[in-house]
């Protein structure tokens, strides 16, 4: 494959660890970033959020308790304050994540990802 391919994944989540299954399936070995410990700045997230064509408000897990705990869900929440959300409670971010060159897809479910792999 001409791009390489990075997953941010936590390999406690099911998801996550079916996306990376499916990635080794066809023989392929990405980089793997396990965001929880090694967590993307500001920066990267703005990058990751322009490759994938969403919002901040698009990948944040509104089910996770600091969501709930710094209030992220007010209609007036910006994309800034999102973003720097994200980034101080990486466990906010929707998982798993895979790039390819330009192209970024949120695994859920894990077969999106094909549509990165495929040519």
Aim: net charge negative.
């Amino acid at each position: 494959m001409p791009d390489s391919i990075v997953i941010y994944h936590n390999p406690r989540c099911s998801k996550s660890r079916a996306a990376l299954a499916l990635i080794h399936d066809r023989g392929v070995e990405p980089e793997v970033v396990e965001y929880l410990e090694t967590p993307l700045d500001a920066e990267a997230l703005r990058e990751l959020l322009a490759t994938l064509g969403m919002s901040a408000r698009d990948l944040v897990r509104s089910g996770e308790a600091p969501y709930r705990e710094l209030g992220l869900a007010a209609p007036d929440t910006s994309e800034d304050d999102l973003v720097a959300a994200i980034a101080a409670n990486p466990i906010l971010m929707q998982r798993p994540v895979v790039r390819r060159g330009d192209r970024a897809v949120v695994g859920r479910p894990p077969e999106r990802i094909a549509e990165l792999l495929d040519p």
